[in-house]
């Protein structure tokens, strides 16, 4: 069955130091469907660093935006290869 991409499944982790939102966003990912959107909610400025690091390492796209100081990462994991 295909990942509801009309409300991707969201992690908060707002007051959480990196490598924590980082790790919450890996596991979480190992456990989704290829093409699957997550977002991840972080306040600790190093997220900026962290997670697009994660992000191109793994191959999965990713988008970054920050509202009122929430950073907000939303993630696509990467298609499985053939």
Excluded at 7 to 31: F, Q, W, Y
Aim: hydrophobic residues 45%.
């Amino acid at each position: 069955m295909p990942a509801d991409v009309s409300s991707p499944e969201t992690i908060d982790a707002r007051g959480l130091k990196c490598p924590l939102p980082v790790l919450k966003a890996e596991k979480r990912l190992a456990a989704l469907p290829p093409g699957t959107t997550l977002i991840v909610l972080a306040t600790d400025p190093m997220a900026r660093i962290d997670i697009p690091l994660f992000c191109r390492k793994q191959g999965h796209a990713y988008a970054e935006a920050e509202v009122d100081g929430v950073l907000s990462f939303t993630i696509t994991k990467k298609a499985e290869l053939r």
